[in-house]
């Protein structure tokens, strides 16, 4: 069970950009939780709703947790369970008809225009395998707003410069978009599958976009300690993750006045509220600067 726990972890650092702060929150309340069903289960399949209520019962009456904490250790539960059956680990959420916690929207971070560009320069300075890989990557990150999953996934066939576009299926629900690439990412993705790809593959039959130095295909964990490095080099003190570079990309195209519905279908988006909230940031940003 402490497995599921950690895998869900690993997945709100790299696909979500939680801070290290709230990870350490989501990873206390979970351990908690876990505890608390020692000698009851002996698998997250075998969790009730009862069990839960039972569980939050006791926060409140036994431990005295204030009514956020109990709030926000439910948030958690139920962010786990609905990643479980996200992931078809499990067929039934057992948190499904809890009330969930108001707690106001958290908004998804972005960073400024300059230190964008700051990033993005920083891989130019050298010409290895691994410095044009990173460069495309980060260009194409902010070039098509891709997800971490969707741009890992990526295979060299889904590329084409021609049409300046790259082919992306989810595989959440294996649905199929074209996703089209800003002109800025053509010239470093195409100098990367010439000089670059060509030097880290080990595997003639690898179909993957971009690769680790062992020739395989780049991974989640992979492409953020990438991330963090050149974030770490150019200066930049904003926590940022893969993540946040596809925040990046729709509140600044949001900002320069792109149509909320064109967003929406560049970032594969199946309701436009959850594009609304970049608007949101938007204008937070410019708030932000006056």
Do not use: C
């Not at 690898?206 to 992979?222: I, K, V």
């Amino acid at each position: 069970m402490r497995e599921k726990i950690q895998q869900f972890l690993d997945y709100i650092v790299v696909d979500k950009g939680y801070s290290e702060n709230t990870l350490a929150a989501y990873r206390n309340d979970l351990s908690q939780f876990a505890e608390f069903l020692e000698g009851r289960v002996t698998g997250w399949d075998e969790v009730t709703r009862d069990m839960i209520v039972d569980y939050i019962m006791v926060m409140k009456a036994e431990q005295e947790y204030a009514s956020s904490t109990v709030a926000r250790k439910v948030a958690a539960i139920k962010s786990f369970f609905h990643y479980l059956v996200n992931q078809g680990e499990l067929e039934d959420d057992p948190t499904v008809t809890l009330d969930s916690p108001k707690v106001r929207k958290r908004l998804p971070k972005a960073i400024s225009p300059e230190d964008m560009e700051r990033l993005l320069k920083e891989p130019a300075r050298e010409q290895t395998p691994k410095a044009l890989r990173d460069r495309a990557l980060l260009e194409v990150l902010y070039a098509t707003g891709l997800r971490v999953t969707e741009l890992v996934s990526l295979n060299v066939d889904d590329v084409n410069l021609a049409s300046s576009t790259v082919r992306v299926l989810r595989p959440k629900d294996h649905r199929e978009r074209l996703v089209p690439v800003h002109r800025r990412a053509i010239e470093p993705l195409q100098e990367y599958l010439e000089r670059g790809r060509v030097q880290l593959l080990r595997d003639p039959k690898e179909t993957a976009l971009f690769l680790n130095h062992r020739g395989q295909r780049l991974t989640r964990q992979g492409l953020w300690l990438i991330v963090k490095h050149y974030v770490r080099e150019v200066g930049i003190r904003e926590e940022v993750t893969p993540h946040t570079l596809r925040h990046t990309f729709a509140a600044h195209l949001i900002e320069q006045k792109a149509d909320l519905e064109y967003v929406q279908e560049l970032l594969g988006h199946a309701n436009i509220s959850t594009t609304q909230v970049y608007a949101q940031v938007g204008k937070e940003a410019t708030a932000g600067e006056g």
